[in-house]
């Protein structure tokens, strides 16, 4: 089980620092940087599947490919999205930046933006603040919790998580409150360990681990262009882990922290579990539970603690044959605990429906199958059309 | 051009009523009965692609298949989906009761519902209903619009058309506000005409209308478990016409009730007319556009007057490119006639934008090829979340 922690710095060979650049419009820490100290340095990275990408994604995940990572800054107040070529020479100066303070060459430096899309970020002010950040570098739980808190957004809270391995550990921060969505979500993600690990290795338990988490976190079905997920190993402990178990481990932090993004999306009053069992296969499961998490009536109904499940069952019902087989007259949903439809058709009365706790699972009995798939998303509410009309001003 | 009218009783040969059945909980009229006397009746439907369909659509689609449509009754204040065996038997015993009573064969009879799924309809206040319609039954304006008022739900407007050909008429009838999407929305409609058609011809032209029309109005990508589209012609104009100018009337008819669809979307702030220009062809302009179309974050800033085309490009890039060919750097975003992002990046200042008109017209040239498509929805309001979160109570 993952548990929340100081974030990055939770394992050896890291140090962090959050300060206030002075890119967010209202104050606050707006600027994080994370030093992998080695003694055995290892990366990888996932990113957004959104054609539209930023550029610190475009030059990231080209830096990944020619070095190991061994820093990592982030910023929040801008999100460097379709600025053209100087969004470009911006995200590259930035890491040249990093590298130089840092005694480190440019493709060792990974860069992340969140915030507005189209608008170039103001770059005297952003590298004054990772002038500011090196100095304030830290490898203890200030250093991590500081981190945490600069990437914010629309976040309310920082989220961290620490799960602790057989002689390793992993701790991690994330954010993002909104554009949660498949292939990841708006959120920037840096996960770090002090295990023994080889790039390669590191990047197969990160898809891993993000495949059946972040990727199955989705609050309102808009994709970012700029969702990052970095795991840096610093080796620090000396210990090779099990692969499986260390992917466990992953997992385990990944869903912690996805969970996290859930329970604060930008407006939600209620967390959505959908199981969907009895599926044909995985991605059969994965098809229904994905379009019944994007099914506006059903989240607002959600939303007015209403049980609606005739809503779920018609939108269970737009899954294509070919994509999800089952037969519309097996399916059950059970909405916290009752089963209100049975068999395609009314079950227990939806009166005995408890939607008062901010949790909600709902269960989709496809009896196609014994593939069993979970995700987790948000309900459509007042505060997150109020939130998303008014971000931008 | 199509104009409003008095629908479904424009077109000579037809007669039609809408009466207080008692299905409604807030009282008003909520059964319609449309009766297509000739001389020369033929018929056409076209149904939701839901695989979980309401029994008055598996019934009515089946009665289409076995005999020409000689009458449709319809009901709002119950869905009859999700309803079984006994919601089966419900549809037929309605279907059998009209025919009775007008001297034809049950499956002569359309049946077609609207209102809460998972409920069986009160047969017995339904059939009382039928009973005080047949008497009802007027060729005037009054019956058309009584019928038009018949079968709202939370519309709060009744819709009709009328579209004038050379010696023939088209009029029509639509119901729909929610769960507005793809393959039809949650909405009933009814098109007459006193053309000379064939039942082939008829379904021919209809299919085409609504595939440009209907089928491209969503707004809120809720595909509903009704959706009924039927056309009645009766062949009172003596005219035979051309099947070319005929689809096209139909076409002008569907587009006109599909308009008004969206002006009266649930909680609807904005009518959003998405563009996609410039694609490789049409249908990969229209999963661009049903892609925006489908945006929660970019449906929130439309309501808040923020022409935010940073969420229309990020959406765009989700689309795969198997399904729409283009290059991101090529994209522009043109908002009520400016052009905030061009090649992909910063275009002409947001702040030129007026966003307070009700209608908003967003262009998006791919710069891919010569196809344009057209697609209309509404924005994410307050309203919409109130109107959807409440409803079933």
Not at 34 to 55: E, L
Request: charged share 20%; hydrophobic share 45%; proline share 5%.
């Amino acid at each position: 089980m993952s548990t929340p922690g100081v974030g990055v710095t939770v394992p050896a060979g890291f140090r962090s620092a959050g300060v206030t650049a002075g890119l967010k419009a209202h104050g606050g820490r707006d600027l994080a940087l994370v030093v992998n100290d080695g003694p055995h340095p290892a990366s990888a990275g996932v990113f957004t599947s959104n054609r539209v990408v930023a550029a610190p994604v475009t030059l990231t995940r080209a830096h990944l490919e020619r070095a190991t990572m061994r820093a990592v800054v982030l910023n929040s107040g801008g999100a460097n999205a379709c600025t053209g070529a100087e969004g470009m020479e911006d995200a590259r100066a930035t890491a040249a930046h990093v590298a130089a303070a840092l005694g480190l060459l440019p493709e060792q430096v990974g860069v992340a933006s969140t915030g507005l899309i189209g608008e170039r970020l103001p770059m005297e002010t952003l590298l004054a603040g990772v002038d500011l950040a090196v100095p304030a570098l830290a490898a203890d739980a200030a250093g991590g919790a500081c981190a945490a808190d600069a990437i914010r957004t629309t976040d309310t809270v920082p989220k961290t998580v620490q799960v602790d391995g057989p002689g390793w550990v992993i701790g991690g921060m994330a954010k993002g409150a909104g554009m949660l969505a498949p292939g990841l979500a708006t959120m920037l993600c840096v996960l770090t360990t002090d295990a023994l690990l080889e790039d390669e290795g590191a990047a197969l338990a990160l898809r891993e681990a993000v495949r059946t988490t972040f990727d199955r976190t989705d609050s309102d079905g808009c994709m970012s262009t700029n969702d990052t997920v970095l795991l840096l190993a610093s080796g620090a402990s000396g210990s090779a882990p099990d692969p499986t178990e260390f992917t466990e481990g992953l997992r385990s932090a990944c869903a912690g922290l996805a969970r996290q993004l859930i329970a604060d999306a930008e407006g939600a009053s209620h967390d959505i579990e959908i199981v969907v069992q009895g599926a044909s296969d995985e991605s059969a499961g994965e098809a229904v539970a994905r379009s019944v998490a994007r099914s506006n009536l059903f989240k607002a109904a959600v939303f007015g603690n209403d049980p609606n499940w005739g809503r779920v069952v018609s939108q269970v019902g737009t899954v294509p044959s070919s994509l999800a087989p089952f037969d519309p007259e097996d399916l059950d949903v059970t909405i916290n605990g009752v089963t209100v439809c049975r068999g395609g058709g009314v079950g227990d009365p939806r009166e005995l429906v408890d939607m008062t706790p901010r949790e909600v699972h709902v269960v989709i009995d496809l009896h196609a199958g014994e593939a069993t798939v979970t995700l987790w998303t948000s309900d459509l509410t007042h505060d997150y059309v109020h939130e998303n009309s008014a971000y931008s001003s």
